[in-house]
């Protein structure tokens, strides 16, 4: 099935779609989320809403680069406010009047959406936090008059969707960038970046830092995939259905990623010091092919072009070819020489055919795999880590409601508004303290800009053009702002915030004390937020690595025993690698050897399976079979006992166990006896078997503080 992004036959209304140089890029995009956010506000005036603010706040929420990453948004935040406004109504109706059960409910509320926005991904998580944060809005600032409640969600709601529809039309009609269009171009720009990495992984004399460098970048271009990926649907028709093609790619591009490693990491160690004699002889192979990849890395076609197609081909011809040749040298070579050669182009091929299975999903019907998850849309989650975000959200509402109650604070309905914002928008952050901070300084500083434009400048605008002009000063500059990955994040709280306390209510009124009362209840309660990340049951980076590297680990048994087909080896381990990726921060060591580790282990997994699968074949002489079954079965026990044991001297003798084993079997392999009429055949066979032995040692050695825990 061709996966149909980026092409001619985009519907017509996408064909008016204009680049613009980068530099503009920033400029035009917070021009048009400002006049999302002027025309908002007009009609809500027009149409006497009782809180244009709202629909102003709601602009610049959802403003996003791409118009179906607007939409997706825009959609989940409209049903997290109608699902968080019916229960705000039917609470404030139950119990309006018994203040421990509306605190209670609304706690428990809490608690469902924090463990929904856990599990839940990208925008879908988003949702969820939507529809806690309205209840408590809604809920408590209408408990003091209950009659209000129905209309205050009637209003709110309504001023969303106006937010939503303005900034969604403004989006599309001007200057529009969409995210089908994206996701091909990010499917190209990654496809070239991987053919280049695979090349620099096969040229002599790559620095180490480069190709880490490179590595890293590659992840990150992953992962931006993935995120495009789950929001181009909203307007792209033509995508819907097409999750197992671009779930096939992606596993091609985890697939290429975890072969460079171990390959780059080999070849370095034939060049330098193992097999000078076997380098020499691959290299002019490897520097055609890598010649070819280059070419292919520089097709602005990318994966269409017919060019790339049979450039890949003729890669492939390449390195099957010099494996015929090696394989015919069985009789003149060391076994362990041949074993290095064949390793090296087995893993080339690899590395080859992670590109092709790209080009093929792009371009036509790609070959059956086996019934399996999906990467892109099957990964697990951590329910465990949901229960304990859920529970934090309920007893830090029901604590400070407790204090609420107790001391009849005037504006604790704004202090309990602000803690329910901190449960639920910081539960899926890697450092969800420090970014939580960072967003209670950035608010003071909105709400401080803020009371100097009501308080200084307000009363003396003459008319909306004036007031427009000096939403502009401040808005124009956070979009700006907005568009800086890096950035956007605070940016975005600036200026929603700068909104929401800036006063553009039909019936505007200013009171110092009141603004300074409820500013303060508000930063309370985001700071209480704050406290309670910290220190209610709070997150712990030691215990979320120890928890993806059993779920890495843990893949390791099967793969050893032969429990799963070799075109699936490594999907448990790229569903825990998706996973685990946005958490990382490569540019810390440790986290970089966790990223390299997993790869590793991936890489890994797809050799135990081909080892199994080796002995199998009635070439593979009798003796040698029973070397290597035993040794997979004591890989597949010491795997399983890394997971259960606890102490990394524990799992070091388990290491040295394994290390043993394997060189153990490569000894057998290498001295096993041979019939003078089978010599050829034989050879053959416990050459590709030692070659699956030697990368599993390295992967052993070079892999040992990530599969020990030792890292540092």
Not at 12 to 18: E, H, P
Not at 192 to 203: D, G, K, P, S
Not at 604 to 625: C, G, K, Q, W, Y
Request: net charge neutral.
């Amino acid at each position: 099935m061709t996966v149909a992004f980026g092409t001619a036959k985009a519907p017509a209304s996408r064909r008016f779609s204009l680049s613009v140089p980068f530099k503009l890029e920033g400029l035009i995009f917070s021009l048009k989320t400002f006049a999302a956010a002027i025309l908002a506000l007009v009609i809500s005036y027009w149409l006497e809403l009782k809180e244009p603010q709202w629909s102003v706040f709601t602009t610049y929420l959802l403003a996003q680069p791409l118009v179906g990453a607007v939409w997706a948004k825009g959609a989940f935040r409209l049903v997290g406010t109608v699902s968080g406004a019916v229960v705000a109504v039917l609470c404030v109706a139950l119990f309006a009047q018994a203040g421990p059960l509306f605190i209670l409910a609304l706690a428990l509320w809490l608690a469902f959406c924090a463990y929904g926005a856990t599990l839940a991904r990208n925008y879908a998580s988003y949702g969820f936090a939507l529809a806690a944060f309205s209840a408590p809005l809604i809920g408590f600032g209408s408990v003091g008059t209950p009659d209000q409640a129905w209309s205050m969600a009637v209003d709110r709601t309504t001023e969303v969707g106006l937010g939503i529809l303005c900034v969604g039309l403004v989006h599309v009609l001007v200057l529009p960038r969409y995210a089908g269009d994206a996701l091909g171009a990010s499917l190209a720009s990654t496809f070239a970046a991987l053919a280049r990495y695979a090349a620099i992984t096969l040229r002599p004399g790559t620095p180490e830092e480069v190709f880490t460098d490179i590595r890293r970048q590659m992840s990150g271009e992953v992962i931006k995939f993935d995120a495009l990926r789950s929001y181009a649907v909203f307007e792209a028709p033509e995508l819907r259905g097409h999750d197992e093609a671009l779930s096939r790619m992606m596993r091609a591009f985890l697939g290429l990623l975890s072969v460079g490693r171990g390959l780059y990491a080999r070849l370095d160690d034939l060049r330098r010091h193992e097999d000078q004699d076997m380098a020499a002889h691959l290299d002019p192979v490897l520097d055609k092919v890598a010649d070819l990849l280059d070419s292919i890395a520089a097709d602005r076609d990318g994966p269409r072009s017919p060019a790339v197609n049979a450039a890949l081909h003729e890669a492939r011809d390449l390195t099957g070819q010099a494996q015929t040749q090696l394989e015919a040298m069985v009789d003149s070579e060391p076994l362990e020489s041949l074993a290095n050669g064949l390793l090296v182009l087995q893993r080339t091929g690899d590395m080859i055919e992670s590109l092709s299975r790209v080009v093929v999903g792009v371009t036509g019907t790609a070959p059956a795999e086996p019934p399996g998850p999906r990467v892109v849309a099957a990964i697990e989650r951590d329910r465990g880590a949901a229960l304990a975000q859920a529970a934090r959200a309920a007893l830090a509402i029901i604590l400070l409601g407790v204090f609420w109650i107790a001391s009849a604070w005037t504006a604790g309905a704004m202090a309990m508004t602000g803690l329910a914002i901190m449960m639920v928008f910081f539960v899926t952050g890697e450092k969800p303290g420090r970014v939580a901070l960072s967003y209670v300084l950035v608010v003071s500083l909105a709400m401080a800009a803020a009371f100097f434009g009501m308080a200084f400048i307000m009363p003396r605008l003459g008319d909306f053009g004036m007031l427009a002009a000096l939403l502009g000063v401040v808005l124009i500059p956070a979009g700006i702002v907005m568009s800086i990955p890096r950035y956007a994040f605070l940016a975005v709280v600036f200026a929603a915030f700068f909104i929401s306390q800036l006063g553009l209510s039909n019936v505007p009124s200013f009171d110092t004390a009141t603004y300074v009362d409820n500013s303060i209840g508000m930063l309370l309660g985001l700071g209480a937020g704050v406290l309670a990340i910290d220190l209610i049951l709070p997150y712990n980076p030691a215990t979320t690595r120890r928890r993806e590297w059993a779920e890495v680990v843990a893949a390791l048994p099967a793969a050893a025993r032969g429990e799963r087909a070799e075109i699936g080896a490594r999907v448990p381990i790229q569903l825990a690698l998706l996973k685990l990726m946005p958490r990382l921060d490569l540019t810390v060591h440790a986290d970089d050897e966790i990223l390299g580790g997993s790869f590793g282990a991936a890489s890994m997994s797809l050799e135990l399976v081909r080892l199994r699968n080796r002995i199998t074949h009635p070439a593979f002489p009798a003796d040698a079979r029973g070397a290597v079954t035993a040794c997979l079965d004591t890989l597949a026990r010491d795997f399983e006992q890394l997971v259960q044991v606890k102490g990394p001297t524990d799992r070091a003798k388990i290491m040295d166990e394994a290390s043993t084993a394997v060189a153990a079997a490569r000894t057998s392999l290498a001295t096993g006896s041979m019939t003078t009429e089978t010599v050829s055949a034989n050879t053959i066979a416990l050459a590709h078997a030692l070659a699956s032995l030697r990368f599993i040692a390295d992967r052993l050695d070079i892999d040992r503080p990530f599969l020990t825990r030792t890292l540092s």
